[in-house]
């Protein structure tokens, strides 16, 4: 009964390093979703994928990438980190239809050197 | 898209008192309005939903409501409590897809 799942918890990259954090549901949910979690701004949508084989930018894409590896697996890549990206990350995940409330996953807290 | 506006950014209420936490929409044809709480250090979690074709919603302590016509919706919670204490965050769904986007939260602080 493990929900949503993301790797790492933590990570401190130096500028211009490269990483994927992970995500990984087990609820049989269509849809996922990529958030970063800045002071005073709330969650910004990064990524989402409505279901298996699709993916699409949401607020704040750039410097960012995903794959959604299958219906489990959504994660997100920053290739050459920058110090504006250092946040809390947040994966989750929904059904497509009837219940749409979201699940999140515990977070990854990024700090970018 | 879809913009959503929360006050107020810090609220502070001794125990038993109410609070409420207002936020407004831009998009009308958005249909679906969740509310998150989120303790320090932990994940949001969904504390109650409303969707466009109800007005009301009540669960214990935790109400929302919505006036579509105004395009807002408030969170009132009664009979607060110290374990209240937490940020909380509203959202609201782009219209013919559950993406939701978010409030920049409001931090609730109940004091004993």
């Known amino acids: 009964n493990a929900g949503v799942t993301q790797t790492p918890k933590f990570q401190v990259l130096k500028t211009g390093q490269s990483m994927t954090l992970q995500c990984a549901q087990d609820?049989?949910?269509?849809?996922m979703y990529w958030y970063r979690q800045d002071p005073g701004m709330g969650l910004r949508l990064i990524y989402y994928s409505a279901s298996e084989g699709t993916t699409d930018k949401g607020e704040v894409p750039n410097g960012y990438n995903v794959s959604r590896l299958n219906k489990r697996e959504f994660s997100l890549r920053l290739e050459s980190a920058a110090p504006s990206q250092t946040s809390v990350y947040f994966c989750?995940?929904?059904?497509?239809?009837?219940?749409?409330?979201?699940?999140f996953g515990s977070g990854t807290r990024l700090t970018v050197v | 898209g879809e913009n959503v506006e929360q006050h107020p950014s810090t609220l502070s209420v001794q125990e038993g008192d109410s609070a409420v936490i207002k936020c407004t929409y831009s998009d009308s044809a958005s249909n679906y309005f969740p509310w998150y709480k989120q303790e320090l250090g932990k994940r949001p979690q969904l504390i109650i939903d409303?969707?466009?074709?109800?007005g009301e919603k009540k669960d214990q302590r935790i109400a929302v409501t919505l006036n579509k016509t105004a395009k807002h919706f408030s969170l009132h919670i009664t009979e607060t409590q110290p374990e209240d204490s937490a940020v909380y965050f509203c959202a609201a769904s782009e219209s013919g897809f559950q993406k939701l986007v978010f409030g920049t939260g409001t931090r609730l602080l109940v004091s004993p």
């Open positions: 609820m049989n949910h269509n849809s």
């Open positions: 409303i969707r466009s074709n109800v």
């Open positions: 989750a995940s929904s059904e497509f239809t009837g219940d749409y409330g979201y699940t």
